[in-house]
């Protein structure tokens, strides 16, 4: 049997393989953050990390029990919701690496954090371009919008009950301290250089950003498909 014949198959079987890893390492993400209180269930990035491992999990069902009928691609919804998560997931990973780290004394230097914002995030995007997804709407984008807005207003909803996110703090990021020096729309120095609004759009545009990138991905390799299998069909 040629190469090309159970690429696709393969291909499944390795996603199938990811999802059982994403699973694993967000529990033992999730498991070792809790070592330290349960205030780590505030955050988004544990949330973001039992969101994609519950979303994986019924992807690595669905997908084994495709294979084993030789069916085609994820449904519809299942393939737009786990678009939606490993967005979110992209997002912890992102703002972990990007903003929280530089800011942090040796940041990868505990496991929990390691799996949580680099290793779950890293797997989460490779199973997303390996899985049998069809050809997605850019419709999800607004999806994608969703989980951030929700964190958004649970955090904000415990700043205002006073909530403890650990070490008395009333919030979980820096950038979503409502009661910071530069506060809703100021600017200011330091950490506090810009106010929490900004960071709020600019993070809905990351979010925006990524989720166009990750469907526009997904609609070229499918169209790269139908282009091969066109093809073989001429011939």
Not at 59 to 74: C, E, N, S, V, W
Not at 181 to 192: I, K, N, T
Request: charged share 10%; net charge positive.
């Amino acid at each position: 049997m040629k190469l090309k014949a159970i690429l696709p198959c393969l291909m499944r079987i390795v996603s199938v393989l990811l999802e059982i890893s994403i699973v694993a390492c967000a529990i033992e993400g999730v498991r070792l953050t809790a070592e330290y209180g349960n205030e780590g269930f505030l955050y988004f990035t544990v949330q973001s990390n039992i969101w994609i491992a519950v979303v994986c999990l019924m992807t690595a069902i669905i997908q084994i029990i495709y294979l084993i009928l030789r069916k085609g691609p994820l449904p519809a919804w299942l393939r737009d919701m786990k678009i939606v998560f490993t967005v979110a997931i992209t997002l912890t990973g992102l703002v972990f690496c990007a903003v929280l780290a530089p800011t942090t004394n040796d940041p990868f230097g505990s496991m929990s954090n390691v799996l949580t914002h680099v290793v779950v995030p890293v797997l989460s995007i490779s199973d997303l371009f390996l899985a049998k997804n069809g050809k997605p709407s850019y419709k999800v984008m607004l999806w994608t919008t969703i989980p951030p807005l929700y964190y958004l207003g649970f955090a904000s909803l415990g700043y205002v009950l006073n909530w403890d996110f650990g070490g008395g703090l009333n919030y979980p990021y820096f950038f979503l301290n409502w009661g910071s020096s530069a506060g809703a729309f100021g600017f200011g120095q330091g950490l506090y250089f810009m106010g929490t609004f900004y960071w709020i759009i600019l993070l809905l545009l990351v979010v925006v950003g990524f989720s166009a990138l990750y469907v526009f991905l997904l609609r070229l390799i499918e169209g790269k498909k139908k282009e091969t299998a066109t093809g073989k069909a001429g011939k």
